[in-house]
C-alpha cells in the first residue's frame, strides 16, 4: 500500500510526496528530516490523502499533481480531494482512493492506521 499526501508549508505553499508509511514520513517531515523541500519551509497541516497498491500509480500520481498543476489547480484539489479524477481525467481513477478525515496531528502521535 503507498499513500499520496499534499501538506501546505508555513508559507502557503503544498508539497505533494508518497509513502508507505504515512505517519513515519509526517514525523520526518515535521522533524525537519524529510524532503529537502520541507526542511525550509515546515508543514504545517495535512491536506489530502489517498492510497493505491502500486508503487508505480502512486509515482504517475505525485508526478501529475507536482508537474502538471498549477498552484491554483493544487488548492483546488486540496479543497476537494474527493473529486481527484476530475482534476487528473487521464489517470485510472480506480487505481486511487482518497483517505478523509486524517490529520497531520493524527500522524504526528501516531493514531493513522488503514
Do not use: N
Not at 499520496?4 to 513515519?24: K, L
Not at 515546515?42 to 501529475?64: D, H, I, N
Not at 507536482?66 to 498552484?71: C, D, G, L, P, W
Amino acid at each position: 500500500m503507498y499513500y499520496i499526501y499534499i501538506v501546505q508549508c508555513t508559507d502557503g505553499s503544498y508539497y505533494t510526496g508518497i509513502t508507505p508509511d504515512v505517519c513515519r514520513r509526517m514525523q520526518c517531515h515535521h522533524a525537519k528530516k524529510g524532503a529537502k523541500y520541507t526542511r525550509s519551509h515546515p508543514v504545517v497541516s495535512l491536506c489530502a490523502l489517498w492510497r493505491t497498491e502500486e508503487k508505480a500509480a502512486a509515482a504517475r500520481l505525485e508526478y501529475a499533481i507536482k508537474k502538471r498543476m498549477s498552484r491554483e489547480e493544487k488548492a483546488a484539489l486540496v479543497a476537494r480531494p474527493a473529486l481527484l479524477p476530475s482534476f487528473l481525467p487521464h489517470l485510472d481513477a480506480g487505481a486511487y482512493a482518497y483517505v478523509p478525515d486524517v490529520t497531520l496531528e493524527m500522524c504526528l502521535q501516531g493514531e493513522f492506521h488503514d
